[in-house]
């Protein structure tokens, strides 16, 4: 089975070439929209005391589900145009905050 | 191989974990951080004149490189904690969309 | 005449006492909810070619408006809780901007 | 004495004018910098538990007063560009708003 984050830029590819849409996905562009999704996300939280899961009303999950996919496809395009592997990036920012954060001794 | 969002979240999950972060890592403060790194990505952006590609310094795309893993890190744990499949929704949202934006006939 | 920020400032309180809502507004919230405001904003802009007022179609200009409102109430409100004089902030502000950015000689 | 929003306007007209940096002040990109600037801001309370003003340390005061000035000085120059008025913007807004939200009975 191909890797989720390849099959999604394949997706996404696909999609927005049916449309002739490339004219329009230059990177500051998608980064723009992708602000704006992450917004539609946080407004689901953004009156809660704390912003525990427990304190979400049940009919916004499936909302915040959606926005979380909008995100995503959002990043998996802008990672394209801009040749990076999601993957392979997200590693190595993980082995720098690794450095940059130490655990605790034990 | 495992695949690379499934990946991530044990990760994520391991490295919040080591540092006893998840006491602060409800929904709304990851959504606030990942708020915070998607505009970090779009201050690469914002004065070029039109945002393509071609229009970044050279340097900057190590930089951009970061701030999309950060933005993909994430939103990883926010999924996680909320008990979504991101491919799945994904998916999902690219169903809906192409039904909302039906490709133009040929 | 009152001065606008401050009679903005004294409207915004009593709109959030007279629905109890100051319960809400702490500054992370309003700060949180600042940034949905800022995002539907952007989200008038994020297609356009250059992004120049003249891109825009007739009928954004007054969604704008509002959106600009919204930022602007939002601003106030937090200011408010946090004690900040906006005026006196941003002249300070434009201060260290003019040494951090001389003009170019003539 | 000049009512703050209109001092203000004048203000950042000339600052940009004498560093010609007009031509990258397009309502878009002003509209992308407002929105970084947004999340410097949010960055101060993304992890605190509730964020009521108790929860700042010390030093983040001074910090978040500046963060306000930014956001304040570009949603000003973003209304100059579209000829909106920001405090009769507000007023309006002010009124839908209690319209849209009645005063509980008393």
Redesign the interface.
């Known amino acids: 089975?191909r890797?989720?984050?390849?099959?999604?830029r394949e997706?996404?590819r696909a999609?927005a070439a049916?449309?002739?849409w490339e004219q329009?996905h230059?990177?500051?562009?998608l980064?723009?929209?992708?602000?704006?999704e992450?917004?539609?996300?946080?407004?689901?939280?953004?009156?809660?005391?704390?912003?525990?899961?427990g304190e979400?009303a049940g009919g916004q999950?499936e909302a915040?589900?959606?926005e979380?996919?909008?995100?995503?496809?959002y990043?998996v395009q802008?990672?394209d145009?801009?040749d990076?592997d999601?993957?392979a990036?997200?590693?190595?920012?993980?082995q720098?905050?690794?450095i940059k954060?130490p655990?605790?001794e034990p």
Request: aromatic share 8%; proline share 6%.
């Open positions: 089975m890797d989720s984050l390849a099959d999604l997706r996404t999609f049916a449309r002739d329009y230059t990177p500051k562009n980064a723009m929209a992708l602000s704006v992450v917004a539609e996300l946080a407004e689901h939280f953004q009156w809660l005391p704390t912003g525990r899961a979400l999950h915040i589900r959606h979380l996919a909008d995100v995503l496809l990043l802008i990672a145009k801009l990076v999601l993957h990036a997200a590693l190595e920012k993980i720098l905050n690794a954060y655990p605790p």
